[in-house]
């Protein structure tokens, strides 16, 4: 059994800043990718930014210089720093993790939390 929670999230102005936690626990052997999706109203679920156990990140362009992931691979966590934050970053921020559950596993399995609100107000 694997759970990922997300901390975080709110409202805020323009140009405002939040930070979104996400810690994953339970039968964990290893973990590939964990970052962040989000879905606003009436649109499809999209990658916002992602890191790589080996460090590599990957941001979607209309977040980059703004949007900061962190992971700490010890505690199974990843944190996105949003900065400079903009009307059209409101949507449903999911945290996403590609966890390998057992030394004997073969595959990876894609696990998310449940999801949490961001609102930026202009």
């Known amino acids: 059994q694997v759970h990922v929670v997300e901390s975080g999230g709110g409202l805020v102005q323009a140009g405002g800043s939040l930070r979104l936690s996400c810690a994953a626990s339970?039968?964990?052997?290893?973990?590939?990718?964990m970052g962040w999706y989000r879905q606003a109203p009436g649109k499809q679920r999209e990658l916002v930014a992602i890191m790589l156990s080996d460090g590599r990140t990957n941001y979607v362009d209309s977040v980059k210089g703004r949007f900061t992931v962190s992971r700490d691979n010890a505690k199974n966590t990843v944190t996105l720093q949003m900065n400079s934050l903009k009307p059209e970053d409101t949507a449903v921020y999911y945290c996403y993790a590609a966890i390998r559950t057992s030394s004997s596993a073969t595959n990876m399995y894609q696990y998310w939390g449940q999801g949490t609100q961001v609102t930026v107000s202009s």
């Open positions: 339970g039968s964990i052997f290893s973990i590939n990718g």
